[in-house]
């Protein structure tokens, strides 16, 4: 079951309560495990099974109340809700309504003081770096550009010519900043979740690596 599939009120199913509640159905029903399918960023028709990176993840996974609990956003964040369906996914509306709390998330740790979180991402953009920076900066390029296909850009960044792409970099540094933190924090709740499914006894499996 892929977890887009679980319910909640945030227009798609995420590594928060409900993710929790079924491991805690899994267990109670005797199964060990649970096949998550692909867990990448979707491109187009937003299948599983196309997606743009074979290590990022699709940061509309990322459960807001987590967040919260975190202390990246508040509950009156989450007080405001655009009336989801409780059945049905609702790609078009959750994408735009998650990416502004992410967005809010970003900054509110861009000026909390230095802590555990801090150190968390800082060593995870390290031990990620050999794939983390060139997807932040594909991301970053792909939102400056309205999304359009990578072939459409400007040759010499298309072509990944260096200097473009060093430009690139310094231009769009703060946007490459925020890409890796989403990343961050994808990875830092579907890690959370695999362990809480360790503890009791159901493996959670999908075509993802763990790099945390």
């Known amino acids: 079951m892929h977890v887009t599939s679980l ?23 005797g199964q060990s495990l649970w096949q998550v399918l692909p867990l990448g960023p979707t491109g187009y028709g937003n299948s599983p099974y196309q997606g743009f990176s074979a290590f990022a993840g699709n940061i509309l996974l990322i459960s807001p109340r987590c967040l919260a609990a975190d202390g990246l956003l508040t509950p009156k964040d989450l007080e405001s809700l655009p009336g989801f369906s409780d059945r049905l996914v609702d790609y078009g509306a959750a994408q735009p309504f998650k990416g502004a ?91 959370a979740l695999r362990e809480y499914g360790h503890a009791r006894g159901v493996r959670l499996v999908g075509d993802l690596p763990i790099w945390v």
């Open 7 to 29: 319910p909640g009120p945030f227009g798609i199913g995420d590594f928060g309560d409900q993710a929790r509640a079924f491991v805690d159905f899994l267990f109670a029903g």
């Open 101 to 191: 709390l992410l967005d809010k998330a970003f900054g509110n740790f861009t000026r909390r003081a230095k802590g555990e979180l801090h150190s968390a991402f800082a060593q995870f953009c390290e031990h990620c770096s050999f794939w983390l920076d060139d997807y932040a900066l594909f991301s970053a390029l792909k939102e400056a550009h309205g999304r359009i296909q990578w072939i459409e850009w400007d040759r010499e960044l298309a072509d990944y010519q260096a200097a473009a792409i060093a430009t690139a970099r310094g231009k769009l540094r703060e946007e490459i900043e925020r890409q890796k933190f989403h990343q961050f924090l994808f990875f830092r709740q579907w890690q």
